[in-house]
């Protein structure tokens, strides 16, 4: 099996980035750890904090968030930070040649219930002519991204990853301390009967979201004219680890269940990176309105909906907004 590095320089990325994604992995192999001594050391529940959005802080938030942070900044390649635990970018270095959004720990609150939770990460180039505090560097659009990927921690800790060619898992060999390739050219199948959506949400949905989501319950007898089974792991990067693997559908579409956050998923560090590692290994990853990689962000929080996986059935529930 071949190591990160020689796999990455396979795929012509450049050694300053091969750098940098070692950097955050580094941070990852020591939330891997952390995150399997939670219950024995006191870092399982909530800190008495919030972040800037609105949610309570678990304390392996705060954890994953601060070794990122130190180990991405002192790395020495990025101009700026920014991550869902922090109320604006963080400031790396003026000449730094990257950005990097990332979640440390999304589904943290399946920490108290030792369930799926991992890291999710994305990078941009820096602009040159805006200072490392500006948050405006962060307002590309997600096909800007040089490399987006998640690390899951499972039975097994594992990356998915993608620098615009193709995507690729690899399995951290803990004997070793490293992260070897196990899969190249990761293919998500265009058709599926499996659907992931948070179903205590659905009288808030929009009226398309929820004929869709109808005509998938109907099964055999429904329009549809097949069976589907509904997967929910509560952590979108535990979800899109299964679509990736066998297929299916996610969607976290708009409600009125919160007039002031009418979507849930951040685009920055959770839509964007999940669309490119999908679209790289053949999938759709789309809003009602359109590709999710196409939309010029206005904020580094801002918040989207969601509807990817499977190519033919993300284009089947699109049909139901027409």
């Excluded at 304390?59 to 991405?72: R, T, W």
């Excluded at 948050?135 to 899951?152: S, T």
């Excluded at 989501?213 to 929910?232: E, H, S």
């Excluded at 990176?273 to 759709?284: I, S």
């Amino acid at each position: 099996m071949q190591r990160l590095a020689p796999a990455l320089r396979q795929d012509n990325v450049p050694l300053d980035l091969i750098s940098l994604i070692q950097a955050i992995l580094t941070a990852s192999k020591d939330i891997s750890f952390r995150v399997g001594q939670g219950h024995l050391n006191d870092l399982l529940g909530s800190t008495e904090d919030e972040n800037v959005q609105g949610e309570v802080q678990k304390k392996l938030d705060v954890i994953s968030n601060d070794m990122l942070k130190e180990i991405i900044l002192e790395s020495g390649f990025v101009k700026a930070i920014s991550s869902e635990e922090e109320d604006h970018c963080v400031a790396g270095v003026e000449d730094g040649k990257y950005l990097v959004s990332f979640d440390p720990l999304d589904g943290s609150s399946n920490t108290d219930i030792n369930s799926l939770i991992g890291t999710i990460f994305s990078i941009h180039e820096a602009p040159k002519d805006l200072a490392a505090n500006d948050n405006d560097m962060f307002k590309q659009a997600g096909d800007k991204q040089v490399c987006a990927g998640y690390v899951l921690y499972g039975p097994s800790t594992m990356l998915a990853m993608t620098t615009g060619n193709g995507t690729h898992f690899y399995v951290l060999d803990k004997t070793q301390g490293e992260f070897l390739l196990v899969e190249r050219n990761v293919q998500v199948p265009a058709d599926t009967a499996e659907f992931s959506v948070n179903m205590s949400n659905q009288r808030f949905w929009q009226t398309p979201m929820q004929n869709y989501i109808n005509d998938l319950l109907a099964g055999n007898t429904g329009p549809r004219g097949k069976n589907f089974n509904m997967r929910w792991i509560a952590a979108m990067v535990g979800d899109i680890h299964r679509v990736l693997c066998r297929g299916g559908i996610f969607t976290y579409p708009t409600d009125s269940k919160d007039a002031s956050k009418p979507n849930k998923l951040r685009l920055m560090y959770e839509a964007n990176p999940m669309a490119f590692l999908l679209e790289q290994a053949g999938g759709l990853a789309m809003t009602s309105q359109g590709r999710i990689m196409d939309i010029q962000p206005d904020s580094i929080h801002q918040r989207v909906e969601v509807i990817m996986g499977s190519k033919n059935e993300v284009e089947k529930c699109l049909s139901y907004y027409k």
